[in-house]
C-alpha cells in the first residue's frame, strides 16, 4: 500500500467512527448537531488522529480503544478551529475551503457547537471498551492538558492574542506554538501511545518525536500563510501578517524558517531509532507535514 492510499484508509476509518460517536443531525436538538458535524466533516487530512493510531500501532497493533481515543483528538482540534474563525479571534469567512461555522450557522450556535464537542472529546475518553481505568484517566489528563492552560493550545492562543503587535522574538514564538499547536500534535502521539500500553521507555520517544513534529508542523503553517493562495490554503491567507502576528517567518525569515521545519523533521525521525521498521508510517507523517502543499 501507498503512503497516500494509507493516508485516505486512515481517513476512511476515522470518519466512519467520527460518524458513529458524534449525534446525527435529526438528534434533538438538530441545530447544533448540524453546526458540529458541518465542521467536523467539512476536510481535512485528519492528522491528529493519524498520529494516534500509528502511535498506538508502534506499541500494539491491535490495541482496544485507539480509533475512538483519536477522535477525541479531531473533535477537541475542530472545537479550536470554530473558535478560532470567530470574529472575536481570527475573524475568518473559510475553513477547508469552505464557509466557517459561524458564518453558517451564527456565531452564539458556533460557540456552542465548539463546546460540545469538546465536551463530547473526555466523554469519549472517559468511556473507552476495553482499555483500564488507570489509562483511560491518563489519557484524559494528556487531552486535557495540552486544551488547556498553562502549558496547552488556550495558553498558546493568549501568547498569540496578546502578541499581535509587538516586536517578534525567538523565545515568545517557541513559548506560542510548542502550546498553541504542539502541545495538542504531541498528545496525540502520546494519547496513542498510552492508550497501547507503552512503557516509559518508548512513551519517552514517541513524546520527543511527537514534540519535534509539532513544531515542524506549525513552522510549515506559518510558511504557507505566506506563501499559498485561498484555494491551496483552504482559508484566507496573509492573515498573519495582516494582524502583525508574531510567526517563524518574521522573526527568522523564509529560507531559515524551511531549514528549521527540515531539522524538526530529522530530529523526529531519529527519535523513532529504537522502533526500527515499525515506525516506518510516523516517519512518513513527519515528512508529509514538513512537505504538505496546503
Known amino acids: 500500500m ?3 492510499e494509507y493516508l485516505t484508509q486512515q481517513q476512511q476509518r476515522i470518519d466512519a467512527e467520527l460518524d458513529r460517536l458524534v449525534p446525527q443531525e435529526t438528534t434533538p436538538p438538530e441545530t447544533i448537531h448540524r453546526a458540529m458535524r458541518y465542521s467536523l466533516f467539512a476536510g481535512g487530512k485528519r492528522i491528529r488522529p493519524t498520529l494516534c493510531l500509528e502511535a498506538a500501532r508502534v506499541i500494539s ?8 481515543a483519536a477522535c477525541a483528538l479531531e473533535m477537541v482540534h475542530t472545537y479550536s478551529l470554530i ?33 460540545a464537542l469538546l465536551t463530547l472529546a473526555f466523554r469519549v475518553l472517559s468511556e473507552l471498551e476495553g482499555v483500564d481505568a488507570g489509562r483511560r484517566a491518563q489519557m484524559v489528563f494528556e487531552l486535557a492538558a495540552a486544551a488547556g492552560t498553562p502549558g496547552g493550545m488556550i495558553a498558546g492562543q493568549v501568547w498569540d492574542l ?10 515568545l ?24 500500553g507503552a512503557d516509559a521507555e518508548d512513551l519517552e520517544a514517541l513524546s520527543r518525536y511527537g514534540g519535534h513534529v509539532g513544531l515542524a508542523f506549525q513552522i510549515v503553517d ?12 483552504g482559508k484566507t491567507p496573509g492573515k498573519d501578517a495582516a494582524q502583525h502576528k508574531i510567526t517563524f517567518p518574521a ?33 512518513e507523517l513527519a515528512r508529509l507535514i514538513v512537505d504538505r502543499s496546503a
Open 222 to 233: 506559518d510558511l504557507l500563510d505566506v506563501e499559498s493562495t485561498p484555494e491551496q490554503l
Open 61 to 68: 497493533p491491535q490495541a482496544a480503544g485507539v480509533e475512538a
Open 83 to 115: 473558535h478560532d474563525d470567530l470574529p472575536a479571534l481570527d475573524n475568518d469567512d473559510l475553513r477547508r475551503g469552505k464557509p466557517t461555522c459561524h458564518k453558517v450557522f451564527g456565531e452564539a450556535m458556533a460557540i456552542l457547537a465548539g463546546d
Open 251 to 283: 522573526v527568522y525569515g523564509l529560507e531559515e524558517s524551511r531549514r528549521m521545519a527540515e531539522r524538526e523533521a530529522s530530529q523526529a525521525e531519529a527519535a523513532l531509532e529504537r522502533f526500527g521498521a515499525r515506525a516506518a508510517r510516523l516517519r
Open 162 to 171: 496578546e502578541g499581535e503587535g509587538k516586536t517578534p522574538s525567538a523565545e
Open 173 to 196: 514564538l517557541e513559548r506560542i506554538h510548542r502550546a498553541k499547536t504542539g502541545a495538542l500534535l504531541k498528545a496525540s502521539v502520546r494519547i496513542g501511545a498510552i492508550c497501547a
Open 2 to 4: 501507498t503512503f497516500r
